[in-house]
């Protein structure tokens, strides 16, 4: 099952926001802990330097530790004085551990609540030795537990304070502090997971509303709503693809307006010549027309105009797709052009068109070229000026270069084209609906596939007004340096 883009987000953020508040949790409990413990130890090595002192005192009173020995009431009280900060009333224990033996230490019968307490008071963990490591106050199976530490007078080892193992104690206030901060963090742990898990779901559902739009916008356009756009809401990442988008979403449509125009002036081209064909054979079969030479050299004729679009259009696609083949080399563009208006010289004599060659180059121009594709170019040009121009006409040719760069310009006379159809020029199917129009019986591709022509040789070529009344190509083509 695939998850959409607001459950990852909402997922990512969620964990992400888990992971810094249990690090943050786990990180305070532990600094806690550990300045708490600090605390504790630190106390404790009050306490038992406290008890050191106090048993100092003591010896240096009584000279000896035989009075303390039988006096446990003494002891205990020696344990409680060393902690100044508690109380000094008489604890539950007490008595229990007065009715055991003189010198058992610390007492085996201990209060339930005792018991209970996770850190054992340092009365329960206190021993006392004499110098000889005798037993004044302990048990004789804990002695190898001890740590003991020296209780010294006038530099002589009079005895030793030897300490159970064991967590150091804590007051009841203390412990209530620490379950209280405990839980604390706890609560607050839990709101800041709560916090989040609302503040992924608003962050998912804010980031992911525009992603989910604009993948709705996809699959609209997928199925051809070339139409539908997105609103740009912010300057970010999302607003920019929401821009290219929508650039996208406009170029699809200029395709798909392109794609239908094509279609329907493909259709409009075949069938014109379909249908006087059609028109002339059927005349032919009912027996109106009579099959004679003429006859056949009209159909022959619209034959050919068929052969022509079609070559045009094959021509057209396969620069459209760059499949045309160029085999270039180093030519002079004077010397093809030369021979193209030679070649189509009985085309301009027959409209009575006088032609003017202009060559500025001064000498030999080199151009990286395909003379065929060359050719192809200017008999294209040269052919519009030959079929829409009027009789009694010129055509002017004029050759320059400058720097590395070739510059042709064919300039006729009337008829004119407006500045507004010069623009539409190299579409293909546009043609010019005046006296340059379809009755010459172009296809209005060969414009289309010498722009081609001049773009893979790295040129450009526009339309512009000429001043003998008529249109003029202007050509530019980069040199052989």
Same mark, same amino acid.
């Given at each position: 099952?695939?998850?959409?883009?607001?459950?990852?987000?909402?997922?990512?953020?969620?964990?992400?926001?888990?992971?810094?508040?249990?690090?943050?949790?786990?990180?305070?409990?532990? !600094? @806690?802990?550990?300045?708490?413990?600090? #605390?504790? $130890?630190?106390?404790? *090595?009050?306490?038992? &330097?406290?008890?050191? %002192?106090?048993?100092?005192?003591?010896?240096?009173?009584?000279?000896?530790?035989?009075?303390?020995?039988?006096?446990?009431?003494?002891?205990?009280?020696?344990?409680?004085?060393?902690?100044?900060?508690?109380?000094?009333? !008489? @604890?539950?224990?007490?008595?229990?551990? #007065?009715? $055991?033996?003189?010198? *058992?230490?610390?007492? &085996?019968?201990?209060? %339930?609540?005792?018991?209970?307490?996770?850190?054992?008071?340092?009365?329960?963990?206190?021993?006392?030795?004499?110098?000889?490591?005798?037993?004044?106050?302990?048990?004789?199976?804990?002695?190898?537990?001890?740590?003991?530490?020296?209780?010294?007078?006038?530099?002589?080892?009079?005895?030793?304070?030897?300490?159970?193992?064991?967590?150091?104690?804590?007051?009841?206030?203390?412990?209530?502090?620490?379950?209280?901060?405990?839980?604390?963090?706890?609560?607050?742990?839990?709101?800041?997971?709560?916090?989040?898990?609302?503040?992924?779901?608003?962050?998912?559902?804010?980031?992911?509303?525009?992603?989910?739009?604009?993948?709705?916008?996809?699959?609209?356009?997928?199925?051809?709503?070339?139409?539908?756009?997105?609103?740009?809401?912010?300057?970010?990442?999302?607003?920019?693809?929401?821009?290219?988008?929508?650039?996208?979403?406009?170029?699809?449509?200029?395709?798909?307006?392109?794609?239908?125009?094509?279609?329907?002036?493909?259709?409009?081209?075949?069938?014109?010549?379909?249908?006087?064909?059609?028109?002339?054979?059927?005349?032919?079969?009912?027996?109106?027309?009579?099959?004679?030479?003429?006859?056949?050299?009209?159909?022959?004729?619209?034959?050919?105009?068929?052969?022509?679009?079609?070559?045009?259009?094959?021509?057209?696609?396969?620069?459209?797709?760059?499949?045309?083949?160029?085999?270039?080399?180093?030519?002079?563009?004077?010397?093809?052009?030369?021979?193209?208006?030679?070649?189509?010289?009985?085309?301009?004599?027959?409209?009575?068109?006088?032609?003017?060659?202009?060559?500025?180059?001064?000498?030999?121009?080199?151009?990286?070229?395909?003379?065929?594709?060359?050719?192809?170019?200017?008999?294209?040009?040269?052919?519009?000026?030959?079929?829409?121009?009027?009789?009694?006409?010129?055509?002017?040719?004029?050759?320059?270069?400058?720097?590395?760069?070739?510059?042709?310009?064919?300039?006729?006379?009337?008829?004119?084209?407006?500045?507004?159809?010069?623009?539409?020029?190299?579409?293909?199917?546009?043609?010019?609906?005046?006296?340059?129009?379809?009755?010459?019986?172009?296809?209005?591709?060969?414009?289309?596939?010498?722009?081609?022509?001049?773009?893979?040789?790295?040129?450009?070529?526009?339309?512009?007004?000429?001043?003998?009344?008529?249109?003029?190509?202007?050509?530019?083509?980069?040199?052989?340096?």
């Amino acid at each position: 099952m695939h998850k959409s883009i607001r459950v990852k987000l909402f997922l990512t953020f969620l964990l992400t926001t888990l992971l810094v508040v249990a690090g943050m949790y786990l990180f305070m409990r532990w !600094s @806690l802990d550990r300045g708490f413990n600090e #605390l504790i $130890e630190t106390r404790q *090595r009050e306490r038992v &330097s406290n008890l050191v %002192e106090r048993l100092t005192d003591y010896y240096a009173d009584t000279g000896g530790w035989e009075s303390l020995a039988g006096n446990k009431q003494q002891w205990i009280q020696l344990l409680l004085q060393s902690d100044n900060r508690r109380h000094k009333h !008489s @604890l539950p224990w007490m008595k229990k551990a #007065l009715a $055991e033996p003189l010198n *058992r230490w610390p007492p &085996s019968v201990e209060s %339930e609540a005792l018991s209970k307490r996770r850190f054992k008071p340092l009365e329960m963990r206190a021993m006392l030795l004499d110098a000889d490591k005798s037993i004044i106050f302990c048990q004789q199976e804990a002695l190898s537990q001890l740590t003991l530490q020296a209780i010294q007078h006038e530099n002589q080892v009079v005895g030793f304070l030897g300490l159970l193992p064991g967590k150091p104690d804590n007051q009841l206030v203390e412990l209530r502090f620490m379950e209280k901060q405990t839980e604390a963090f706890a609560w607050i742990a839990l709101l800041m997971i709560t916090l989040s898990a609302v503040l992924a779901f608003l962050l998912a559902y804010i980031l992911g509303r525009p992603i989910k739009r604009i993948a709705s916008a996809a699959k609209a356009l997928a199925v051809g709503h070339y139409n539908i756009r997105l609103p740009v809401e912010s300057g970010d990442e999302l607003g920019q693809l929401a821009r290219d988008f929508n650039e996208m979403a406009a170029a699809l449509k200029q395709s798909e307006q392109a794609r239908r125009r094509w279609v329907a002036d493909i259709s409009h081209e075949l069938r014109t010549p379909l249908s006087v064909l059609r028109g002339e054979l059927e005349a032919l079969q009912d027996g109106i027309r009579p099959m004679n030479r003429a006859a056949i050299d009209s159909l022959f004729g619209d034959v050919m105009r068929l052969n022509r679009l079609t070559e045009d259009l094959y021509q057209l696609a396969l620069s459209d797709q760059g499949a045309l083949t160029y085999r270039k080399s180093l030519i002079d563009p004077v010397a093809v052009l030369k021979g193209d208006l030679a070649a189509l010289k009985p085309e301009f004599d027959t409209k009575q068109l006088s032609i003017q060659l202009i060559d500025n180059t001064q000498g030999t121009v080199g151009l990286y070229a395909d003379p065929d594709r060359l050719s192809q170019l200017f008999r294209n040009v040269l052919k519009n000026s030959a079929n829409y121009t009027d009789i009694g006409g010129r055509l002017e040719i004029a050759i320059s270069k400058q720097a590395n760069t070739l510059f042709i310009d064919m300039a006729d006379s009337a008829p004119g084209v407006s500045e507004e159809e010069r623009k539409n020029l190299f579409d293909r199917f546009y043609r010019v609906e005046s006296s340059r129009s379809r009755n010459h019986g172009g296809a209005g591709l060969g414009l289309a596939i010498c722009r081609n022509i001049v773009t893979a040789h790295n040129g450009t070529i526009h339309a512009q007004a000429s001043p003998l009344g008529g249109l003029a190509i202007h050509i530019e083509l980069p040199m052989q340096s």
